[in-house]
């Protein structure tokens, strides 16, 4: 005898289950379970857009409110991707805007997105609330305008009647009648008849709709909701300041804005200050470079209550009125717990930031070209840092001064300050990565720039910190050795892939053989994303890592001698990850046309900008190849530099 | 004089007039003139590349390589546009085009509207230069052009020749230069 219980509870048990991982697990049991659990998911994320189509999500997952995305390659950001290669999200938009109305959360990484999607967006979803936009491109302010107005006009026809539940109830049309708002709304009632309510109210105010019996319910809200754009290092056709002022007057409800992108234009500041002062909920705003350092003590004076705040240019001329007005303004926020910004800042002036500094935990002076001295007296103030991000002329008596004041430090990122220069910029070495793993014991990730490393530090580092989860070293010469014993680095990083048994995140650099991939192969059974660049001798290094990372999701790699023959031998593995990317290597246009028809599920591109690769023998190497696993299929709206390993039975549809 | 005569040949098009007649082009004076404007790639992508001896490494994102160190001027050359008639200033990026034809038909993607509804009169781009005089855009190289335009305007060829831009003789000193 089964019993289960009813769908109700079922669902409410597994409104306590959040992450995707879980949800897909819960949605494995059994055929009903998969049935409530697809109807009750609201959040979803996909992390290759051409992995699945839409269609597909929307057909499994038809109650969606939030979305996350992601399009290009990784190495996109460092123009590894031709331009042109894909990642548009006007077919998303369009498809959701049909299907999912109330659509709130739109998180979008490295895809294009352009003007036109943008104002689908404002148009299609009522509730819509977040808006991120991260390494995206495609755009221009005439599309953040659009974003900012939101929607106007509710004119909306539901069109399918077709399936009449019982209690299901909606919106049929609303319009704007002078400046009262008529509204028509509809009900399902247990006998399957549509009945309908019409009401007439004042724009901006929030219905409940009822009928006579109280278990209707529909709520309403009219007011434009977003509360939150972030622009996040994406990049902006920046045409005019004045989208800002697009947000109506009435506009009240946001929550967290950053415009830190938007390059060396202004944004129509007096807008932006009446934005500020009418949003109480604000409490994150990061402004763009253009804002100058004597507007910032007004706008914090408007948003006392903000906890994220990001400055323009944090350079003027040192005016003992703009400095106290400054730090008055800063004092005044109380809730301060991350600052960025700081372009071009000018030592004078950090001191007014002291105030705030003692409950900061996040601080990003990347953009700083202050040295090491201001460096170490600003983080001496700051007992309380978690996530640091700085320039390489922290040097390493920075890092000393770091490791002993920021105990509490869990992520550090120190940037070239002169990536291209063959010397060294400043006397940032090894040394100063060892002191921080040795004095900070809560840190976990690490990305860290730098010219010189020996094996030694590495393992010093590794047996200090086997809490370590993400570790990017960056050595900025290629194929650099230890440089006290000129070997190679294998050691070193086969001591953090073994000491560090929960690391995710790994990018090699440096000389390193064969042997490093043996080391992580055997030890790196969490390791879900490796980069390589300018490693290895032969396949035997691809291979020790395809066969040995059974955590593996993403693997990119560039200029290293991997040929077929790995590649081929474990080309299963490539429907358990992600995506596989390779530049400059040895990968043959043969390997690639017979990985393309064994593997239906994998997509295999071959990017070639020298044309044709069958207009050379098939043993030639192919420039690029992006593979990654799909239950889409074969994509059409690649660029004519892009060239799809076709299995034999689409090939066999498309003759 | 024959000088003079053999510049304003070259600023007029070559057909004198509208060759395409279903896509009325309005900036007739610049955008045939291509000899001016050969810059063979306009991707900053790839002037920030040749500084480098390879191709995005270290691996800096082009965000913060565009953000930071001492690229920024190299990277935007926005100027303000007006148009006569239109009630908004937009802004263009010169860096990001490759020559007059292609700034031509940026200005009629950005004005479009504008530029149809206003009784089919002719437009000229004229641009102010950094001694603050006014100039008609199309008389100098592109090089010279995007280091010296603080602003632009899209005026009615009516109005220009009444604003005084006098273009002979600032053609002829753009031709001595050259010379």
Redesign the interface.
Same mark, same amino acid.
């Given at each position: 005898m089964a019993y289960s219980f009813p769908d109700e509870v079922l669902e409410h048990v597994f409104s306590f289950i959040q992450t995707d991982k879980d949800r897909n697990t819960v949605s494995m049991v059994c055929k009903s379970w998969y049935e409530i659990e697809r109807w009750c998911r609201r959040k979803i994320f996909v992390g290759n857009c051409y992995a699945v189509s839409p269609r597909m999500v929307i057909r499994r997952f038809p109650e969606v409110r939030s979305i996350e995305l992601k399009g290009k390659p990784h190495?996109a950001?460092?123009?590894?991707v031709p331009?042109g290669w894909g990642g548009y999200v006007l077919p998303w938009i369009a498809a959701m805007a049909g299907a999912y109305p109330w659509l709130e959360e739109i998180r979008l990484k490295r895809m294009v997105v352009t003007d036109e999607s943008l104002e689908l967006i404002a148009k299609s979803f009522k509730n819509f609330k977040v808006l991120v936009l991260s @390494?995206c491109e495609g755009f221009s302010t005439d599309g953040l305008a659009a974003i900012a107005a939101g929607c106007k006009f509710l004119w909306w026809l539901f069109s399918d009647f077709g399936w009449l539940l019982p209690g299901k109830c909606g919106l049929l049309y609303a319009l704007y009648v002078d400046s009262f708002l008529l509204i028509m709304l509809y009900r399902v009632n247990d006998d399957h008849v549509l009945q309908t309510f019409v009401y007439l109210g004042l724009e901006g105010i929030i219905f409940q709709a009822g009928a006579e019996d109280s278990d209707v319910f529909f709520f309403l809200t009219l007011i434009w909701n977003l509360r939150e754009l972030d622009l996040r290092?994406s990049?902006v056709?920046?045409?005019?300041?004045?989208w800002i002022s697009h947000f109506p007057e009435t506009y009240t409800s946001l929550v967290s804005l950053n415009i830190s992108?938007l390059? @060396?234009?202004e944004v129509s500041f007096s807008a932006l200050e009446r934005l500020v002062g009418r949003c109480p909920n604000l409490t994150t705003l990061r402004l763009n470079?253009a804002v100058p350092l004597d507007k910032i003590a007004n706008i914090l004076r408007r948003a006392p209550q903000l906890v994220e705040f990001g400055t323009g240019t944090y350079a003027a001329e040192l005016r003992p009125d703009v400095f106290s007005n400054l730090a008055g303004a800063f004092s005044s926020c109380k809730e301060l717990k991350s600052l960025s910004g700081f372009?071009d800042a000018v030592p004078a002036y950090l001191p007014a930031i002291y105030p705030v500094c003692s409950k900061l935990t996040s601080l990003n002076l990347?953009?700083a070209t202050i040295q090491s001295p201001d460096l170490i007296k600003l983080v001496s103030h700051c007992p309380n840092l978690q996530r640091l991000l700085v320039l390489d002329y922290i040097e390493d008596s920075g890092l000393e001064a770091l490791a002993s004041s920021c105990k509490d430090l869990r992520e550090l990122r120190v940037?070239?300050?002169?990536?291209?220069g063959a010397e060294p910029n400043a006397s940032l070495t090894e040394q100063g990565l060892v002191a921080v793993s040795l004095g900070c014991p809560k840190l976990q990730s690490v990305l860290y720039?730098c010219h010189q490393m020996t094996n030694a530090a590495l393992i010093t580092i590794a047996q200090n910190r086997p809490n370590l989860t993400r570790f990017r070293l960056?050595i900025?010469v290629?194929r650099t050795p230890d440089y006290l014993t000129l070997e190679p680095l294998d050691v070193g990083f086969g001591a953090i892939v073994e000491h560090c048994k929960n690391l995710k995140r790994l990018?090699l650099s440096g000389l390193l053989t064969d042997r490093v991939f043996e080391y992580i192969g055997t030890y790196a059974k969490r390791l879900e994303m490796l980069?390589v660049?300018f490693a290895g001798d032969s396949d035997l290094g691809l291979h020790h890592v395809l066969s040995g990372c059974e955590s593996l999701r993403k693997l990119e790699i560039?200029?290293c001698p991997f040929g077929d023959k790995a590649l081929l031998a474990n080309a299963a593995k490539l429907e358990t990850m992600r995506s596989l990317w390779m530049s400059s290597c040895s990968v043959s246009y043969g390997a690639c046309k017979l990985l393309g028809q064994k593997m239906p599920r994998l997509n295999v591109e071959v990017i070639d900008e020298r044309g044709p690769p069958d207009s050379r023998p098939e043993s030639c190497p192919v420039e690029k190849l992006y593979i990654y696993r799909s239950v889409a299929g074969p994509r059409f709206d690649m660029p004519p530099f892009v060239w799809m390993m076709d299995d034999e039975e689409s090939a066999l549809r498309l003759s | 004089m024959a000088k003079e005569l053999e510049t304003e040949l070259r600023l007029g098009l070559p057909g004198g007039g509208t060759e395409k007649n279903e896509k009325k082009r309005v900036f007739s004076e610049i955008s045939e003139d291509d000899e001016n404007g050969k810059v063979s790639n306009n991707n900053n992508e790839k002037k920030m590349q040749s500084k480098s001896q390879v191709v995005g490494w270290p691996p800096v994102c082009s965000y913060r390589k565009k953000n930071s160190f001492n690229d920024s001027k190299a990277s935007k050359m926005y100027v303000k546009v007006s148009m006569d008639g239109a009630p908004f200033l937009r802004k263009i990026d010169l860096a990001m085009h490759k020559g007059y034809s292609d700034l031509a038909a940026a200005l009629e993607k950005m004005f479009g509207e504008a530029l149809r509804d206003a009784d089919n009169c002719e437009f000229v781009p004229i641009y102010e230069d950094k001694d603050g005089d006014w100039m008609l855009a199309g008389d100098v190289p592109w090089e010279m052009f995007i280091e010296s335009c603080k602003r632009l305007r899209v005026m009615k060829r009516a109005d220009a020749q009444g604003f005084g831009v006098l273009r002979s003789r600032e053609t002829l000193n753009a031709t001595s230069k050259n010379e």
């Amino acid at each position: 005898m089964a019993y289960s219980f009813p769908d109700e509870v079922l669902e409410h048990v597994f409104s306590f289950i959040q992450t995707d991982k879980d949800r897909n697990t819960v949605s494995m049991v059994c055929k009903s379970w998969y049935e409530i659990e697809r109807w009750c998911r609201r959040k979803i994320f996909v992390g290759n857009c051409y992995a699945v189509s839409p269609r597909m999500v929307i057909r499994r997952f038809p109650e969606v409110r939030s979305i996350e995305l992601k399009g290009k390659p990784h190495f996109a950001d460092f123009n590894l991707v031709p331009d042109g290669w894909g990642g548009y999200v006007l077919p998303w938009i369009a498809a959701m805007a049909g299907a999912y109305p109330w659509l709130e959360e739109i998180r979008l990484k490295r895809m294009v997105v352009t003007d036109e999607s943008l104002e689908l967006i404002a148009k299609s979803f009522k509730n819509f609330k977040v808006l991120v936009l991260s @390494s995206c491109e495609g755009f221009s302010t005439d599309g953040l305008a659009a974003i900012a107005a939101g929607c106007k006009f509710l004119w909306w026809l539901f069109s399918d009647f077709g399936w009449l539940l019982p209690g299901k109830c909606g919106l049929l049309y609303a319009l704007y009648v002078d400046s009262f708002l008529l509204i028509m709304l509809y009900r399902v009632n247990d006998d399957h008849v549509l009945q309908t309510f019409v009401y007439l109210g004042l724009e901006g105010i929030i219905f409940q709709a009822g009928a006579e019996d109280s278990d209707v319910f529909f709520f309403l809200t009219l007011i434009w909701n977003l509360r939150e754009l972030d622009l996040r290092e994406s990049e902006v056709d920046d045409l005019s300041g004045h989208w800002i002022s697009h947000f109506p007057e009435t506009y009240t409800s946001l929550v967290s804005l950053n415009i830190s992108c938007l390059g @060396s234009d202004e944004v129509s500041f007096s807008a932006l200050e009446r934005l500020v002062g009418r949003c109480p909920n604000l409490t994150t705003l990061r402004l763009n470079r253009a804002v100058p350092l004597d507007k910032i003590a007004n706008i914090l004076r408007r948003a006392p209550q903000l906890v994220e705040f990001g400055t323009g240019t944090y350079a003027a001329e040192l005016r003992p009125d703009v400095f106290s007005n400054l730090a008055g303004a800063f004092s005044s926020c109380k809730e301060l717990k991350s600052l960025s910004g700081f372009w071009d800042a000018v030592p004078a002036y950090l001191p007014a930031i002291y105030p705030v500094c003692s409950k900061l935990t996040s601080l990003n002076l990347s953009y700083a070209t202050i040295q090491s001295p201001d460096l170490i007296k600003l983080v001496s103030h700051c007992p309380n840092l978690q996530r640091l991000l700085v320039l390489d002329y922290i040097e390493d008596s920075g890092l000393e001064a770091l490791a002993s004041s920021c105990k509490d430090l869990r992520e550090l990122r120190v940037f070239p300050s002169d990536p291209f220069g063959a010397e060294p910029n400043a006397s940032l070495t090894e040394q100063g990565l060892v002191a921080v793993s040795l004095g900070c014991p809560k840190l976990q990730s690490v990305l860290y720039f730098c010219h010189q490393m020996t094996n030694a530090a590495l393992i010093t580092i590794a047996q200090n910190r086997p809490n370590l989860t993400r570790f990017r070293l960056c050595i900025i010469v290629p194929r650099t050795p230890d440089y006290l014993t000129l070997e190679p680095l294998d050691v070193g990083f086969g001591a953090i892939v073994e000491h560090c048994k929960n690391l995710k995140r790994l990018s090699l650099s440096g000389l390193l053989t064969d042997r490093v991939f043996e080391y992580i192969g055997t030890y790196a059974k969490r390791l879900e994303m490796l980069s390589v660049a300018f490693a290895g001798d032969s396949d035997l290094g691809l291979h020790h890592v395809l066969s040995g990372c059974e955590s593996l999701r993403k693997l990119e790699i560039r200029d290293c001698p991997f040929g077929d023959k790995a590649l081929l031998a474990n080309a299963a593995k490539l429907e358990t990850m992600r995506s596989l990317w390779m530049s400059s290597c040895s990968v043959s246009y043969g390997a690639c046309k017979l990985l393309g028809q064994k593997m239906p599920r994998l997509n295999v591109e071959v990017i070639d900008e020298r044309g044709p690769p069958d207009s050379r023998p098939e043993s030639c190497p192919v420039e690029k190849l992006y593979i990654y696993r799909s239950v889409a299929g074969p994509r059409f709206d690649m660029p004519p530099f892009v060239w799809m390993m076709d299995d034999e039975e689409s090939a066999l549809r498309l003759s | 004089m024959a000088k003079e005569l053999e510049t304003e040949l070259r600023l007029g098009l070559p057909g004198g007039g509208t060759e395409k007649n279903e896509k009325k082009r309005v900036f007739s004076e610049i955008s045939e003139d291509d000899e001016n404007g050969k810059v063979s790639n306009n991707n900053n992508e790839k002037k920030m590349q040749s500084k480098s001896q390879v191709v995005g490494w270290p691996p800096v994102c082009s965000y913060r390589k565009k953000n930071s160190f001492n690229d920024s001027k190299a990277s935007k050359m926005y100027v303000k546009v007006s148009m006569d008639g239109a009630p908004f200033l937009r802004k263009i990026d010169l860096a990001m085009h490759k020559g007059y034809s292609d700034l031509a038909a940026a200005l009629e993607k950005m004005f479009g509207e504008a530029l149809r509804d206003a009784d089919n009169c002719e437009f000229v781009p004229i641009y102010e230069d950094k001694d603050g005089d006014w100039m008609l855009a199309g008389d100098v190289p592109w090089e010279m052009f995007i280091e010296s335009c603080k602003r632009l305007r899209v005026m009615k060829r009516a109005d220009a020749q009444g604003f005084g831009v006098l273009r002979s003789r600032e053609t002829l000193n753009a031709t001595s230069k050259n010379e």
